[in-house]
């Protein structure tokens, strides 16, 4: 699990958008700060057969080679595309307290739901991106991320290379979670009230939710101003995990689509999902393991390659479709391979949003 540090991080801004500095995480609607998970690869759910295409690579530090699989193909390798099947699976959670919160409903105070507000959002929809001035794409966000991340690669031999999610993805009809009042309850919110589920009671619910869905796609379960709390603690906005073994494993990423105003920070509409769908890119079946690191809101060594944790709440603005959404900075791999600079990622930088100036702390 991962919170906010106590310090702020000053975000230096790409030249092509617009940063969000942050300081202390404050929120007067819920009792704990932003923070994000991974559930462990559940190797006893059985999933069908295959699973979303991914390539293998390794880098090495201090001795020590490191393996990971990333999702597409390999950048190196010349310009393909990788078009993942998509499925936004809504759920609308009903409290004992009588609140539904529903993400197939417009939100509070606009006219767009949750899940119309996504699939318009620059997650699915293209835009041009151009962190520092460098044109990374005309594309969806976390493609234009990963293209960025090896850009040496991409900026030579593979300019035409991506990984996309579906478009148009698949909506599925909204699944109903009615909460036990053990397991769940609501609070004042900004605007609409803010859920609070167990995770562990969650969790059990996704298992039985995920039966029938091809291992080759992504199904994307989409909340609405609804977190997970562990440990009595909120508040969780999103994880990813796996099911099944290899070479047939069904990945999952799960995120809050949720109000402005919540926090202090500019976690709102798609920053959650943005945050899930890099991590799901970068480690989609949970097991990249890294050297040890520290940074940003992270101040408990933690060794995996979650490509948002050390950036959450960092975030940039995209206006598209008629709406001005917040998706949050990504790192790239040079950050946790501790890499000196210039990096092989584009400008030669640690992030997305140029947010570090050097790589990641040893712990």
């Known amino acids: ?16 958008v617009t940063g969000v500095a942050f300081g202390q995480v404050r929120s007067r609607f819920v009792d704990g700060p932003p923070m994000f998970t991974t559930l462990p690869p559940d190797q006893s759910v059985d999933a069908a057969a295959g699973s979303v295409t991914s390539w293998n690579g390794s880098f090495a530090t201090a001795g020590t080679t490191y393996n990971f699989t990333m999702v597409g193909t390999d950048p190196a390798l010349g310009s393909q595309t990788s078009i993942i099947p998509t499925t936004i699976i809504p759920l609308i959670f009903k409290f004992s307290d009588g609140t539904t919160l529903d993400p197939t409903q417009p939100a509070c105070g ?5 899940v119309t507000s996504v699939v318009n959002s620059p ?21 234009a991320f990963q293209r960025a991340n090896f850009w040496n690669s991409v900026s030579t031999v593979s300019p035409n290379y991506h990984v996309l999610l579906q478009n148009p993805a698949a909506v599925n009809p909204a699944v109903t979670l009615t909460v036990p009042k053990l397991f769940g309850h609501t609070v004042t919110g900004p605007c609409a009230r803010i859920g609070e589920v167990s995770i562990a009671y969650f ?45 047939n494993q069904l990945t999952v990423s799960v995120a809050a689509y949720s109000d402005p105003g919540i926090f202090s920070v500019p976690i709102e509409d798609i920053h959650a999902l943005s945050h899930e769908i890099g991590e799901w890119m970068d480690d989609p079946f949970v097991n990249n393991a890294t050297p040890g690191w520290t940074g940003g809101q992270v101040t408990s060594c933690q060794r995996n390659l979650e490509v948002g944790d050390p950036v959450t709440g960092i975030a940039f603005q995209v206006t598209m479709n008629g709406q001005t959404y917040h998706p949050e900075d990504l790192v790239f791999l040079p950050w946790f391979a501790k890499a000196s600079a210039p990096t092989q990622s584009v400008n030669g930088w640690y992030t997305f949003l140029n947010s570090y100036s050097a790589p990641s702390a040893t712990c």
């Not at 699990?1 to 092509?16: D, H, Q, S, W, Y």
């Not at 999103?238 to 099944?244: L, R, S």
């Open 1 to 16: 699990m991962r919170k906010f540090a106590e310090a702020g991080v000053l975000v230096l801004l790409a030249t092509a």
């Open 110 to 114: 606009v006219t767009n739901s949750a």
């Open 203 to 247: 969790s059990l619910q996704l298992r039985k939710l995920i039966s029938g869905i091809p291992s080759t796609s992504l199904p994307i379960f989409l909340t609405y101003n609804t977190f997970f709390t562990q440990g009595g603690g909120c508040c969780i906005l999103g994880f990813h995990t796996a099911y099944g073994t290899a070479p």
């Open 123 to 143: 997650i699915f929809q293209s835009s041009d991106f151009t962190p520092g001035g460098t044109d990374v794409g005309n594309t969806q966000y976390v493609d």
